[in-house]
């Protein structure tokens, strides 16, 4: 048992099925709990744009109080601090006599980094670091290989998923109890938590400024909940590739992104829908989709930072770069309707479409031949879903830079405007 102890909130913004959070709770006699935002994602990059824009900031700092309240309701209280996570934690070991630190582990190259420091900072010390791998619908453990021998194409890796038969594994309750602040911590040291109050286009598929869909654990549940009221499991499939919408496509993405929500969580609801309500294509596409977002996480496992290299996994030249094209894409100027209607939705919103998403990717890389990590980064910039994982995983797929067994997906616009939007009412819409 430690006596004081600090939790360091990452992207696992939930207390239910927090594994490494409860694992902080029942060894600790005070709790820290602290979040850290970081001056740099708001400095500009070499792209010209901050890493973190209106819309992430804002579906953050909602899911952040919502944190908090849940943790007051507890007898405890979430600890926003402005600055590096290293530099937060040594301040406070300055300050207070901590005994451990807890947090999550994610294999994105940046967030390694950044572990490294904390646990190297825990070894001078003599203290113990705990992290604990929780992002995965299924723990690698359960796998039916080794992370190392991971297929490194998405069917058969599922295939032999679904042979083994094991789909997710079980999600943690949320702690019963959570132990108080130390007494001498120093509350000024916290930063107020603020809420969102923004206003936005009423044409938006997910208005994250409206009550139902702000970002927070309690907003998460309450749309799952409601998603499954409305039977919309067995739609998934056939409406999953519409362009706008509340309900065409479930629309738990943000709440995952900013771990609101764990896909575990997801997985036993959607289980006690089938059980009730029986299972479909639809319902299972749902899980298909899921399992999408478990090999991009998988792939980092194996492969780290060569994701994030230039030429990715594959052995193609350098990209190539546009400026002028580039600025052009992001904000919604190319000519293209199909495309500028999408990056017109994307800016206005923070939100669009899985098939858009992957138009507008495909015409930046093959038809406007821009670098693929400027729009990687302009995701990252603008999506209130943005995970890191999906999102380099998806771009280095579209790009033929990752593990797509085709060497690269190229989209015809038109085509795909015929497809999903004859009518023109989505570009209508938006133009």
Request: with cysteine; net charge neutral.
């Amino acid at each position: 048992m430690h006596k004081t102890s600090v939790y360091l909130f990452r992207q696992d913004l939930r207390l239910e099925d927090n594994p490494a959070f409860s694992k902080a709770c029942s060894e600790s006699q005070f709790l820290i709990p602290i979040y850290c935002k970081s001056p740099e994602n708001q400095k500009i990059i070499k792209w010209g744009f901050p890493r973190e824009g209106i819309h992430r900031s804002h579906f953050l700092n909602d899911s952040l109080n919502d944190l908090n309240q849940q943790l007051k309701a507890k007898g405890s209280e979430l600890c926003l601090f402005e600055g590096e996570p290293i530099h937060v934690l040594q301040d406070l070991i300055k300050q207070l006599q901590v005994d451990a630190i807890y947090c999550e582990e994610i294999a994105a190259p940046e967030e390694q980094n950044e572990l490294a420091l904390i646990v190297a900072l825990g070894k001078d010390l003599g203290m113990p670091v705990h992290t604990t791998w929780q992002s995965t619908m299924i723990d690698p453990n359960e796998l039916p290989f080794s992370v190392d021998e991971m297929p490194e194409q998405f069917t058969q890796f599922r295939i032999q998923i679904e042979k083994k038969k094991h789909l997710f594994t079980p999600p943690k309750s949320a702690p019963k109890a959570i132990p108080p602040l130390p007494d001498e911590f120093k509350h000024q040291q916290a930063l107020e938590v603020l809420p969102s109050n923004i206003a936005l286009s009423t044409e938006s598929s997910f208005p994250y400024w409206k009550e139902s869909f702000r970002g927070g654990e309690s907003h998460a549940k309450q749309h799952l909940h409601q998603y499954l009221q409305k039977r919309l499991p067995h739609t998934y499939k056939k409406t999953r590739n519409e362009l706008f919408g509340e309900d065409y496509s479930s629309k738990f993405s943000p709440w995952l992104a900013n771990g609101c929500l764990s896909s575990r969580i997801v997985m036993t609801q959607l289980k006690k829908f089938e059980a009730e309500f029986g299972a479909n294509e639809g319902s299972y596409w749902l899980w298909f989709e899921l399992l999408w977002r478990d090999y991009f996480r998988i792939l980092h496992l194996k492969w780290g930072s060569a994701l994030y290299h230039a030429r990715g996994l594959s052995d193609a030249p350098p990209p190539q770069h546009n400026p002028k094209w580039f600025e052009k894409w992001c904000v919604g100027n190319t000519g293209e309707s199909i495309v500028d209607a999408g990056m017109r939705e994307l800016h206005a919103t923070g939100y669009l479409s899985n098939r858009l998403r992957q138009v507008v990717v495909s015409y930046l890389i093959y038809d406007l031949n821009c670098d693929w990590r400027a729009g990687a980064a302009w995701f990252e910039s603008q999506l209130i879903d943005y995970d890191v994982y999906s999102n380099q995983g998806n771009w280095l797929y579209i790009a033929g830079r990752g593990t797509d067994p085709r060497g690269g997906r190229r989209f015809n616009p038109k085509k795909q405007a015929d497809d999903h939007d004859s009518d023109k009412a989505y570009r209508s819409l938006w133009l």
